[in-house]
């Protein structure tokens, strides 16, 4: 009787601590998910030989994740400030990683890593080397090269022009822009031809206006003899900026010279639009909200979006009681800014008291 008596309650432990196990998996992982930044299809490959080691492969995808982290998020000025990273820094970013594939093919070992850094430690790091990370946001923009022939006073856009043909065959997974290109259309060709001479003062308005975005980048390429001067008019989030790059001894008929160009202009214009999301990590706001606790739905969803605000360094349930739950908020910016971009996602506060209500 007495051991019936344990063999149950063993099994009540068991059971409570299966439960207890899964709740705390369910509700890590959807924070944990909140508040990374996730690096997928990392690919390693290494020779399978007698000292093998599947850790040192992992350490590698380590590293290469968090390279292509550095790159969606940091300027390329500043990259050359983290390379000295050793990797028990990189490891100690680590929330969590996955085995999306392995396999052996002619004894070498193949591996697909996805990795997630915690967000926090990564602004900690990045902080601690005086550099401002970016939110990596994903931008759509119109893309209209044309190169001029100063020598032959005419210009090629579309299929004459090499820089069109080859502008998105190179494009690298860290690269947070996709550019749309112009179709080809006669009557276009027609309106630049008839702008040569005031080519760097046209608005390119009729051109851009046929088309649904409203950010592009026009870049004029100036060919004289074997150099080339670019002139990139970049409108994005309605502010404009006029950038200028020269390339010498070019010879647009080479491949590799148009990659080189293809891949600095790019470049060039990743920087501008991080500059334009720049989180300033060194503010850390701190706010208070107050929640009415009778509505479980809407509590979940304003967690979820506080998870989802990348300028959110940190939230936590300060207190509750029966009626509110209070939130502690870290905020890398202005209250402004918090109250904006928390009205864009449908939720506003009564900002009187010290204690923000949420609406």
């Given at each position: 009787m007495i051991f019936n008596n344990k063999l149950i309650y063993l099994k009540f432990l068991y059971n409570f601590f299966i439960v207890l196990s899964l709740i705390i998996f369910f509700f890590s992982t959807t924070k944990v998910f909140g508040k990374s930044f996730n690096i997928n299809d990392i690919e390693i490959s290494k020779p399978f030989e007698i000292n093998f080691d599947k850790n040192e492969v992992i350490d590698i995808g380590f590293k290469d994740a968090f390279f292509q982290l550095v790159s969606l998020i940091v300027n390329s000025s500043d990259k050359d400030k983290i390379k000295p990273v050793k990797l028990n820094e990189i490891r100690g970013m680590v929330e969590s990683f996955s085995i999306k594939e392995e396999r052996f093919v002619n004894e070498i070992y193949y591996v697909n890593l996805g990795v997630s850094f915690n967000k926090k430690k990564v602004f900690n790091f990045l902080e601690k080397k005086n550099i401002f990370p970016s939110v990596p946001v994903k931008k759509k923009i119109l893309f209209i090269p044309i190169i001029i022939d100063e020598s032959k006073r005419d210009l090629l856009i579309f299929s004459e022009n090499k820089i069109f043909n080859d502008w998105n065959i190179y494009?690298?997974?860290?690269?947070?822009?996709?550019?749309?290109?112009?179709?080809?259309?006669?009557?276009?060709?027609?309106?630049?031809?008839?702008?040569?001479?005031?080519?760097?003062?046209?608005?390119?308005?009729?051109?851009?206006?046929?088309?649904?975005?409203?950010?592009?980048?026009?870049?004029?390429?100036?060919?004289?003899?074997?150099?080339?001067?670019?002139?990139?008019?970049?409108?994005?989030?309605?502010?404009?900026?006029?950038?200028?790059?020269?390339?010498?001894?070019?010879?647009?008929?080479?491949?590799?010279?148009?990659?080189?160009?293809?891949?600095?202009?790019?470049?060039?214009?990743?920087?501008?639009?991080?500059?334009?999301?720049?989180?300033?990590?060194?503010?850390?706001?701190?706010?208070?909200?107050?929640?009415?606790?009778?509505?479980?739905?809407?509590?979940?969803?304003?967690?979820?979006?506080?998870?989802?605000?990348?300028?959110?360094?940190?939230?936590?349930?300060?207190?509750?009681?029966?009626?509110?739950?209070?939130?502690?908020?870290?905020?890398?910016?202005?209250?402004?800014?918090?109250?904006?971009?928390?009205?864009?996602?449908?939720?506003?506060?009564?900002?009187?008291?010290?204690?923000?209500?949420?609406?």
């Open positions: 494009q690298e997974k860290f690269h947070l822009i996709s550019y749309i290109l112009p179709t080809e259309d006669l009557e276009d060709l027609n309106t630049l031809k008839n702008n040569f001479e005031i080519i760097e003062q046209y608005d390119f308005q009729e051109i851009i206006n046929k088309y649904s975005l409203n950010d592009s980048i026009i870049a004029l390429f100036f060919k004289n003899d074997k150099n080339l001067r670019v002139l990139s008019k970049i409108t994005l989030k309605k502010n404009i900026v006029i950038k200028n790059q020269s390339f010498l001894n070019i010879d647009l008929k080479d491949d590799e010279n148009i990659k080189k160009i293809i891949l600095e202009l790019k470049t060039i214009y990743e920087d501008y639009w991080k500059n334009s999301n720049l989180i300033n990590t060194s503010i850390k706001l701190t706010l208070n909200i107050q929640v009415s606790n009778k509505d479980n739905k809407k509590i979940s969803n304003f967690e979820k979006k506080l998870n989802e605000t990348d300028l959110i360094y940190d939230h936590f349930i300060s207190r509750f009681d029966k009626d509110f739950i209070y939130y502690r908020i870290i905020y890398n910016g202005t209250p402004n800014n918090f109250l904006k971009s928390m009205g864009d996602m449908g939720y506003n506060f009564n900002t009187q008291n010290r204690f923000w209500i949420l609406k």
